[in-house]
């Protein structure tokens, strides 16, 4: 399948995979039966997984779509057509600031997750210009079908008054012919 022509290719920052090792730390931690998991996931297992997920993130902007894959062991590609895309957010936590990451959250019309986001990009480098560009490439998307539809419209007009103006001319003809 076609994706379009591909306008962006979004970096990561390596800052994601200790982003990912101190939330998960954090939520083992407070967890009674994850303390006994928090030592495994310190000890390396936790500095694998985020080693794997870092290398499968990818986000590509194309001139239609957004597309996006992620995952350690279980690998998700998503893909939004830019003309779904209704609201594009940044979100911050205390975890994050501290890296100096934010988390560009992509809402879509119609969409059915819970909890109100259908993407979540977390460590973009150079992440409002990412967002600036996909609301760029969006709104030149929408406009296009508007202009070609401007473009038949018009042409639709022009054919009308060409009719009109050859049966105006056919009546002058037969107005000439007949006398009074």
């Not at 879509?108 to 992440?127: E, H, Q, R, Y």
Request: charged letters at 30%; one cysteine or more.
């Amino acid at each position: 399948m076609n994706q379009g022509q591909i306008i962006k290719e979004a970096e990561f920052s390596v800052k994601i995979k200790t982003y990912i090792l101190l939330t998960v730390s954090f939520f083992l931690f407070v967890t009674i039966i994850g303390i006994p998991i928090l030592i495994v996931w310190l000890l390396g297992f936790g500095q694998y997984v985020s080693r794997k997920f870092y290398e499968n993130l990818k986000c590509t902007l194309t001139d239609r779509h957004l597309i996006f894959s992620k995952g350690a062991f279980f690998k998700v590609e998503k893909t939004i057509p830019l003309e779904n895309i209704q609201d594009l957010t940044f979100l911050q936590n205390p975890i994050l600031n501290l890296l100096e990451l934010k988390v560009l959250k992509i809402e879509t019309a119609g969409g059915s997750n819970p909890d109100g986001s259908d993407m979540k990009l977390i460590g973009i480098v150079g992440s409002e210009d990412f967002k600036r560009m996909v609301l760029e490439e969006r709104e030149s998307l929408v406009r296009k079908p508007k202009i070609e539809e401007t473009h038949d419209q018009e042409m639709e007009t022009l054919n009308v008054l060409r009719e009109i103006r050859d049966l105006l001319k056919e009546m002058q003809e037969e107005k000439k012919d007949k006398p009074f």
